[in-house]
């Protein structure tokens, strides 16, 4: 194992004398399900190779965010280049942390673009995970090489034999062959970094040919404007040259080139293989799109590199500021939060009862969350979120078809003749003792069986076709409810399918309120306006007239909840005398009533919107494991 000072020096030396030569690099991920240990074991591998001092060491330190400490998972993939040295030969490793949580894919699928290699992780003492598979299956797809791990040995209910067994037989290598590490007390790290300089391939380009190299992340700085991270697959990219961008045609002079290690570190270039970031000062955040291409303005390379499948928003929520000066704030964040997350998209809509906003799209709930975290805490803004909702195609009964991204655009007063809702494919593993909770749960929410397989024993994996919509709410609460938190979800596109669905909404008054309008399953709709009704009117303050809240399809009245008047006792000073005078007065302010009733307008404070539009029931924290 090299001294602390040693690679330090080492890397110094590269940085800002040399180009690497490309067969002494090694580009690897680490990629596993959710709290299996990759954040810990980069941990490790930034103290074995020293580039972090240990005064300076944390507990997941390529977890930047505040939001990731907070929440224990990693959201952005983060790059590092670590020095190793194998049989007296110094090597340089590119490492990338990737997230685990379903809805962050892309961000590993594009970490995967910049590797040759990957570190599958698996916890010793849970087995193969869903979120496993889905990784393995992209990695095999662009025809990574796989070192398979067993982490978490020390812990006492670890099996490393079973789950060696188990992953040998998904992989197809002998058990023998799978790495045996604790990311916690650093057990087995060295030999795995040994492994990974010993069986990965180390990048291919052509070091003479022209200039090019794939942007994989770029971040906003408020200082110097964007950061763009890129991995140089021909030729090199030099400090103040001036470089074109593919897609756009954009030219930059091109004021620093560096890597990160982990901090970045201006260096005198980037050779083939190589990963690093270039800063141009460019303040534009259009002009660095994720999967370009990078080349010089003069003599530069003719054909672009393939970049990066446009990932295809599953979920969709429309975003308004609370207060409605802020829409040009919210569009500029976006922008700027566009850059270092690809996979959210917006576009501007109107709401009659919200105002200005975006119609947003997510690839899952995690995401929409963190977004909106993200906006709030980043750029100081207060925000409403819509109910979630996915990508409806209505056909009417002329043979018109209507793509529907939200409630109000659903095609009312036509004949509709059918409805096509998204369609999954869900891969859900756990012990086989919860098989009939599962099946029971996902036939509930109009699932369909497509197989089922056990991976060993005692473990199973059933897989289901499950319209979107229904898995999108609290359909992974009630898994993990059922299951006793031992079953991983995992979910995919898997076309569209007919479906009787019907637009139900919410009237105030005889109005509908477009924010609380929702497309449901008609089976699902008298539930849905029942609880909608009975919350808004725990929601919304009494009026000085009765209000009533209706739930309609159509012109067809489901449900119905009414907020009674606040009283004025008007009978206050009138003591005893004729009764008719009593009533006359009563009389006059029903009158009254009535007529403020046909002014007025039912006042909707914004912090019911925010109750209403939840997720989550009122009070009912704990209810879940009820069910």
């Known amino acids: 194992m090299p001294t602390t000072t040693e690679p330090r020096n080492f890397v110094t030396t590269f940085a800002d004398t040399t180009f690497t030569p490309p067969e002494l690099i090694r580009n690897f991920c680490i990629i596993a399900h959710i709290d299996h240990g ?42 590092v280049r670590l020095p190793w040295q194998v049989d007296g030969q110094d090597h340089v490793l590119h490492l990338i942390d990737t997230p685990g949580h379903v809805d962050f894919t892309y961000e590993v699928s594009r970490a995967l673009e910049a590797c040759e290699g990957a570190i599958l992780l698996v916890d010793a003492a849970q ?30 209910a670890a099996d490393p034999d079973k789950y060696a067994a188990e992953l040998a037989n998904i992989i197809g290598c002998d058990p023998g062959d799978v790495l045996r590490v604790s990311a916690k007390t650093g057990q087995g790290v060295k030999e795995l ?57 954009a030219t930059h002079e091109l004021l620093e080139v560096g890597i990160i290690s982990p901090e970045p570190k201006p260096c005198a270039g980037l050779g083939v293989g190589e990963v690093g970031y270039l800063i141009t000062g460019v303040k534009d955040v259009r002009q660095s799109r994720v999967g370009d291409t990078v080349t010089r303005e003069r003599h530069g ?27 040009p704030e919210l569009r500029e964040a976006l ?14 809509e109107t709401s009659v009862a919200l105002g200005f906003g975006f119609r947003c799209g997510f690839l899952g709930l995690l995401h929409l969350e963190i977004t909106r975290d993200r906006l709030e805490r980043e750029f100081g803004l207060d925000l409403i979120s819509t109910a979630p909702n996915v990508v409806y195609r209505v056909v009417l009964e002329d043979g018109s078809e209507h793509v529907v991204t939200n409630p109000s655009d659903w095609p009312g007063g036509f004949k509709i003749s ?64 059922r299951t006793r938190g031992y079953a991983s979800l995992d979910y995919e596109e898997a076309g569209t399918q007919v479906a009787d669905l019907v637009k139900v909404d919410i009237l105030l008054q005889g109005e509908p309120v477009d924010a609380f309008s929702a ?39 489901i449900a119905r909840e009414t907020i009674r008047a606040m009283r004025k006792d008007v009978l206050a000073k009138c003591y005893g005398g ?3 005078r009593k009533r006359k007065l009563l009389e006059k302010q029903k009158e009254g009533k009535k007529r403020m009733k046909t002014v007025g307008r039912v006042e909707v404070p914004q912090e019911a919107f925010v109750a209403a539009l939840s997720t989550s029931e009122p009070g009912d924290k704990g209810g879940k494991g009820k069910k």
């Open 193 to 249: 970094l040994d492994e990974a300089v010993r069986q990965i391939p180390p990048p291919q380009g052509d070091p003479d040919a022209p200039a090019r190299a794939m942007i994989f992340d770029s971040v906003y700085d408020t200082y110097r404007g964007v950061v763009t991270y890129i991995r140089v697959v021909d030729g090199k990219i030099t400090p103040r040259e001036r470089i074109r961008m593919m897609s756009t045609g």
């Open 38 to 79: 990759k954040s810990t074991l980069a941990d490790r591998m930034l103290q074995l190779t020293g580039v972090v001092e240990e005064r300076a060491m944390r507990a997941q330190y390529l977890d930047r965010m505040d939001i990731e400490r907070e929440r224990g998972i990693t959201i952005k993939a983060q790059n």
């Open 335 to 348: 922008e700027k939060l566009q850059l270092n997350d690809a996979a959210l998209t917006f576009e501007p």
């Open 301 to 327: 390379a003719k054909v672009p590199l393939t970049g990066y499948r446009e990932p295809k928003p599953m979920v969709f929520s429309g975003l308004y500021p609370l207060d409605g000066s802020d829409y």
């Open 418 to 481: 059918e409805v096509h809702e998204p369609l999954s494919k869900v891969t859900v593993i756990a012990p086989a003792e919860f098989i009939g909770a599962i099946m029971e749960l996902c036939q509930s929410k109009r699932g369909q069986l497509l197989g089922m397989d056990y991976l060993s024993e005692d473990r199973v994996e059933l897989r289901y076709h499950l319209p979107l919509a229904e898995i999108i709410f609290d359909f992974f609460d009630s898994l993990k409810s």
């Open 127 to 156: 087995g193969i995970e869903a979120q496993t598979l889905a990784n393995l299956y992209l990695a095999l797809d662009k025809d990574l090489h796989i070192i398979p791990v067993l982490n978490k040995i020390d812990l006492p």
């Open 519 to 557: 497309i449901v399953h008609k089976d699902a709709a008298y539930g849905y306006g029942n609880k909608m009704a009975s919350r808004l009117r725990e929601l919304i303050p009494r009026q000085q007239f009765e209000v009533p809240i209706q739930a309609a399809i159509g012109a067809r009245i």
């Open 578 to 580: 004729d009764i008719s």
